[in-house]
């Protein structure tokens, strides 16, 4: 049976009073899904994840989590409630050592997962007393990753998990993101890189300038001329 995790119902948020970047935004994860959120630089993606995780305000509109109200719950609330978030940007400590790091995303304080995270990502285990910031940027998006996954999250929201990596890197984390998804993990990505999100995704929204502009299968939106033209680039 389809059932939500996570739905958003009009949310309206910002991050000065009266002024909304978001201007009433519909988005639904299905339990099990893969979803991505593209659209151009300023749409409001990042906006979006920022006030599912209580980072920001919800102004108006609902955000329910299993059906249940969460609108503007505080960020470590919601992360103890099955949502993990990697933001876009200052995603992991770089002077803590790796297995500092992820005790930080350890908000459940217990010890439980570190094995599951570790055998997803053996590097994380072999390198766990180096300090973050030796890592490279695909490693270091693998520690996010991890940082997050600690916590035994449901539900992981994932903002442009790929931006500035190399191309390898870019497809290790992909395939990470398969991998997490697989153990029953239903993810929502922001990504630039749209093509190779939709690939791996149930369903996509484009968001415009604060609004939803097309939702639809991945497999479609990357069909369509019109959005491939407006959204993705040429082929
Ligand atoms: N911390 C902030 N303070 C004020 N405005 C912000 C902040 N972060 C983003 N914005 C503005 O919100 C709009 C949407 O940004 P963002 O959600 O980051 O876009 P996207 O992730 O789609 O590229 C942009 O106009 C941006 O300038
Ligand atoms: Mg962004």
Known sequence: MIKPVLECIGVAAGYVKGLNI?????????SGEVVSIIGPNGAGKSTLLKAIAGIIKINAGRFYLNG???TNTPTYKIIHEGLGYVPQVNNI????????NLEMGNQKNTNENFSDVYNLFPLLKERSKEKAGNLSGGQRQMLALGRALISKPDILLLDEPSAGLSPNAVDEVFKSIVEINKT???ILIVEQNARRSLEISNRGYVLDQGRN???????DILNDEKIVELYLGKM
Do not use: I, T
């Open 22 to 30: 978001l201007n009433g935004v519909d988005l639904v994860l299905n």
């Open 68 to 70: 249940l109200d969460k």
């Open 93 to 100: 400590f770089p002077s803590l050592s790796l297995e500092e």
């Open 184 to 186: 029953g993990v239903s």
């Open 213 to 219: 502009a097309y939702s639809g299968l991945g497999k």
